[in-house]
Each structure stands twice: as C-alpha cells, then as structure tokens.
C-alpha cells in the first residue's frame, strides 16, 4: 500500500510511516521505511519489507520482532491495529531459528539451532529431535553461571572446549525418527555428523583429578539452591529472556521422573543421563557413603574400559529379532507370573504382611540410649511394634503410618550395619525412628515394603519385589568379592571419585578397593553398567530434589525448600535437617500471587502452606510443582503424544504484567 498523495507530496488517507530494522542488513544498517495504515495484516508488511530489500534469498524463516513489548508478530492474519503497532513502534525483521553454544550434560558443546519464537518448552524439543533424545519434557535450558561466578569456580576450560557443530541439521517437522545402522538417519550424513553421535551417545574418557577439582562444587545446601536460579522460563520464548544468537546455554535434566528408558531408542538419552548422574556424584552435588562412591567408581571404570572400544554402530543389532527376543522376554514374564500363583484369589485379596524382630531408636536430644528389641510388625502402610510376639494382639508401644514420610538409608556393608532412618510426619514436624536389621535380606524387605508405605501404597502393589531385588543388588555391588580374580591397574583411580574421596585416600589406598567393587561389575555391558550407575544414584538418599531458599509465611528466617517428583520437603537451612515433608498425592491445589510473589499451597485436611522465594523466581518453583505434575500424567499408551498444552496450563501461570 502506497498512500494517496496530493501535488504538494503530502497524504491524504490514513497511512502513516513505520520503519523496520532488518538483521540480515547488519546492526549499522538504516531501517526500512514503509507505508502502512492500521488496518493492514501483519503479512502485507513483511511482503513489503521483502519488495524494498530486493535480495534474492529465502525469507520464509523471517518475523517480526517488537522490541519494546518483547514480543513477537507471529499471527500473520492480524492487523497492525489489533497488535497495538503504532508509528513509535521498533520492530526488526529476524530469522526465528538462531545458532546457539550448548553445553550438554556430558560437559561436551554443541553449535545447534534453536527457535528463538516459541517458548523454551518447544525449543527444548526441537533440539532433542536434533540430538536423537526422547522424552524433552523431562530437560530444559539453564544460563551459564555469571562470569564473575565462573572465575570464582575457576572454571576456566570451558573456553577451550571442543566445539561439536550441528547447525547445518535441519529435520522436518513432525517427521519419527528413523535409525540407520543403529544411529538416527540424520548422524549417518558425514563423518562429522558421525563423530558428533558418537560424543552424545558414548561416556567421554580420561578426565583427570585436576579437571574436577577445578570445577565448582557446592559447598552448603544455599550453594545447592544456585544452580535453580539460572533456569529459563518455559513458559517464554529464548528472545522474551535476552538470550542473543550464539550465547552459551546449558541443557539439562531438570525433571527427575525418568519414563520408559529404552536401550534401543536411547543411546544418548541414556548416556547423557549418565553423564549428569556421574557429574552430580563427583562434583558431590548429591551426597553418598564411602563405599557407595566405590562403586559409583568400579562401575564408571567399567564403562570407560567398555567406551574406548565401542562403536556407535555396537548398539544396533537386528532390529527384528531385537522385537523377537522383547516379545518372548514379555511372554515368558507373562506365563512365569501365571505359573507363580497358585491361588489367584489370595493373592489379589491378601496384602503380604512383614513380622520379625527388629532393633529401633528414637533418638532424643540429651539422651545416649542405644537401640533395643522389638517385636515390629508392618501391615498396609504402618508400622507397630511391640515388647514380645504374645502382646501384638494387645495395643503396641507405637504405631507409625509411613504415608508420606522420608525414608533414608543408612547402610555400612562392611561394618554390617543395615539401618532404615523413619522420618515420620507430626503435628510438631518430623519425629524421627529408626529400624535396625540383622541382614541384608531382611534390610531389603523392610526397605522396599517402607519405600512403598511413603508412596501410600502396600507391599501387595506389583512393584514391591522389583524393589526388592534393586535393593539386593545395590547391596552386592559394595559387597567385596574375595573369590574373583583381582585385577592389576586401574589407571587414574583418582578421577573416579569425588575429591572429598581424593583428598581421604592415596591411590594405592583407592585402586585396590575400586578393582575389588570391580568385579562384581565386570561382566556387565556397556549399557548395563550406566543403567546400574542411573539406578544406584536414584537410591542416594538426596536424589532428584532440587533445593530453594524461601521464606514461609509466618516465619522470620529462611529455610530451605527441596521439590522432588513426589513430594516438597521443608528444611532447617542452618543445620540441614528435614523439618515437613507434603506430599503431591495429598495436594488440593496451589496458586500463585504475582503481585506479592508467593506460591500458596492447600493440602488435604485444611493444611495450608505459603512462601515466598528468595534464591529464585517463584515462577521456577511454580514450574517445578506443576512439571512434575504433567509428568504423573504420563502413561505407556499416551507416552508418543507430548501434551504441551496441558504442561502450560500447569506450569505457565498468570504473572501479573
């Protein structure tokens, strides 16, 4: 549209000038003068722009950016007139898709393009399709640390980092994603493309002591709560949050609810998980025993020596009689459950019951009692005990319902030491007990039938003995092994463990207990070793709780607040201790007063929670809660369909503007 003009060069009818910055012309360039009225559709303007600029290349990425409202004119169907353009108005012509530096959880970086255009959430899942990872919902896309925080952590290797270039991928949309010679297609390309497959889906060798110790770990659980301040708002897109072409993110698990891991389709999802895994126990973001982290070593040496070997090509196989061997395997499940049940109707109506004697505590300050024998039996979700097996048909000295309470181990293999620490809900807080027990299967038993009980659920729910047989394996892997043959040389024994480990023990102390912890790992295979890495980090006491400082309605100091993927655990910040725990299962609804920033949380039977967040938006923490809601919802049949809708409508929130 041109404008009507009169002899003198002056309009007449309701079209005025907007001028538009165009990004391809460079950041000196003058804008771009157009002629405009209110009524035209926000198309009309950019095919103008395309008419005056007169180069020849492909604008289709293109749309317009308004700097001053921070945000885009994607409805190419609007008039300027229901946008709110006015003639003030600084609006740049931009592609959508920017190349952006990505730090992976491997520590590797990538050069990928991301859309700068829809929110984080989608992005997210753009650059998972590039990266050959299912299941995005469970990453999102954190800052880097500021650098002022960088030279504090001298974390100083990240600016020699090889750089991993994956710009020139481009997938189309909606498109499954096809494996070729046991890689997705698009790896397949190039030798380049091949290399950068092999980065993302095989553990990366030969760190050093000194690269871990150069690196920043947290001190106290304040410094724990850093890390949740840098996260981006899924809800916003990358340009709403000032992230510019080619700044450096980080891509991370940020959901700890880990669905339908599948060796077959995720090699890098896998491996990458192991990665963040091992990562948060060397740099002791999550805390574990002495001889936890020997294993954590044996089996990370294990996968090294597996690693340098390997091939991405090793994880293919047929495909077809991959299928074959899974349909048997589930038929042979099938028909082995059937065979194990002589009494079908018994086993659906009776709820398996545990009754032993066990040795408890309940510690009590100014108190040096030890422990003492009882007689405890578990029925449901709780816990009696008494003086003698003939008085539990009398009333017990206590009974405990472990619904939503904390259940942490406390295990000493070598010292035979197999205790359960209770922290069971109160009106005054948490009252603590412990259980201690004789052995290790008795330890496994009462361990998985308390984990249950925490969820709410009984010993009869299907996933009792699998949880069973977890615990009794975690156990052997610590176990020394005196009848294997003992290795030689464990080359870097060091870099294995943590440096609170490096600094307790010399290597010739270290390699021997790592190779003895070795050989019950030694015969697994490579993706079995990082499954049993994810699955001992995921019993750590500390595991999956990302941790904020806020301040609770009512209170006058700050504590310190963990959100993990079944519960929110308030905590005393000065000494650590956990002083309440909620679980979601119990939560009626939450809301947040943007004006004020404070979330607000109604539980059953009237509870009431609020507080403010002080480490971080309180929109992070209203995204964690109803993230890890979403991902409850997520069953086997409806696992393909990614429902982005209903995770905004948990996570997205109404901020006041």
Excluded at 249 to 254: A, D, I, Q, S
Excluded at 514 to 532: D, F, G, P
Excluded at 635 to 652: I, N, R
Aim: proline share 4%; aromatic share 8%; net charge neutral.
């Amino acid at each position: 549209m041109a404008g009507i003009k009169t002899a003198t060069g002056e309009y007449i009818d309701d079209s005025w000038q907007l001028s538009v910055f165009v990004e391809d012309l460079g950041p000196e360039a003058d804008p771009v003068p157009l002629r405009v009225s209110g009524s035209m559709h926000i198309g009309g303007v950019m095919l103008q722009i395309v008419d005056k600029l007169k180069l020849q290349r492909d604008w289709s990425d293109h749309a317009l950016w308004w700097e001053q409202k921070k945000m885009w004119l994607l409805n190419t169907h609007w008039s300027l007139d229901k946008y709110g353009v006015l003639a003030d108005a600084r609006l740049l012509y931009t592609p959508q898709h920017k190349p952006v530096r990505l730090s992976l959880p491997n520590q590797c970086v990538v050069h990928i393009r991301a859309n700068f255009a829809q929110p984080v959430f989608s992005a997210v899942i753009d650059i998972c399709r590039v990266l050959g990872m299912r299941h995005p919902e469970e990453l999102s896309l954190l800052r880097v640390p500021a650098e002022k925080e960088k030279r504090k952590h001298k974390e100083k290797e990240g600016s020699t980092r090889e750089t991993y270039d994956l710009t020139g991928v481009q997938l189309p949309t909606g498109a499954d994603q096809q494996l070729f010679r046991g890689m997705p297609a698009h790896f397949s390309d190039s030798a380049h493309t091949e290399a950068c497959y092999r980065m993302l889906s095989i553990s990366q060798t030969g760190l050093t002591p000194e690269q871990i110790l150069r690196m920043h770990r947290p001190g106290s659980l304040v410094e724990k709560t850093h890390i949740n301040s840098r996260w981006l708002d899924s809800s916003r897109t990358l340009l709403q949050q000032d992230i510019k072409e080619n700044d450096h993110l980080c891509l991370r698990f940020k959901y700890y609810s880990f669905f339908d891991l599948e060796p077959k389709y995720d090699a890098v999802r896998i491996n990458q998980l192991y990665e963040q895994a091992r990562w948060s126990v060397l740099l002791e973001e999550t805390d574990c025993t002495e001889e936890e982290m020997v294993v954590f070593a044996a089996l990370q040496y294990r996968i090294n020596q597996l690693s340098m070997n390997t091939s991405p090509t090793d994880h293919a196989g047929d495909a077809g009689l991959d299928d074959l061997d899974a349909a048997l395997a589930t038929l042979e499940v099938k028909l082995e459950g059937k065979a194990t049940s002589p009494n079908v109707l018994d086993s659906l109506t009776a709820i398996p019951e545990l009754k032993d004697y066990l040795r408890i505590l309940r510690p009590r300050k100014l108190t040096l009692k030890g422990y003492k024998q009882y007689w405890v039996t578990f029925k449901e979700t709780s816990i009696s005990y008494y003086k003698s097996p003939e008085e539990a048909l009398g009333e017990p000295v206590q009974q405990l319902n472990l619904k939503g309470c904390e259940v942490v181990p406390d295990v000493n293999i070598s010292g035979q030491k197999f205790c359960i620490k209770l922290l069971v809900p109160s009106p005054d807080g948490m009252s603590e007990i412990q259980l201690r027990c004789v052995d290790e299967q008795q330890y496994a038993r009462w361990m998985a039938g308390c984990r249950l009980a925490a969820k709410g659920k009984t010993m009869a729910d299907a996933s009792y003995q699998a949880e069973v047989q977890n615990i009794l394996s975690f156990l052997k892997l610590q176990r020394a092994n005196p009848d294997a043959p003992v290795a030689t040389e464990a080359e870097g024994a060091q870099w294995l463990v943590s440096p609170r480990y490096q600094k307790k023990f010399k290597p010739k102390q270290l390699t021997p207990r790592i190779l003895e912890a070795y050989q019950n790992v030694s015969q697994l295979s490579l993706i079995e070793a990082k499954m049993k890495f994810i699955q001992a980090w995921q019993s750590l006491p500390d595991f999956g709780i990302s941790y904020f400082v806020v301040r609770f309605k009512g209170s006058r100091k700050d504590e310190i607040l963990g959100i993990a993927n079944n519960r929110l655990i308030r905590i005393d910040l000065a000494v650590g201790d956990v002083v309440k725990t909620w679980r979601y299962s119990n939560m009626r609804q939450w809301n947040v007063n943007w004006d004020i920033r404070q979330v607000a949380i109604e539980f059953d039977e009237h509870i009431n929670v609020a507080f403010s967040c002080i480490s971080a938006s309180c929109k992070t923490v209203h995204e964690y809660i109803g993230g890890y809601i979403f991902l409850s919802t997520r069953t086997a049949e409806s696992s393909q369909e990614l429902k982005e809708d209903l995770f905004h409508k948990l996570t997205g929130g109404h901020e006041a503007l």
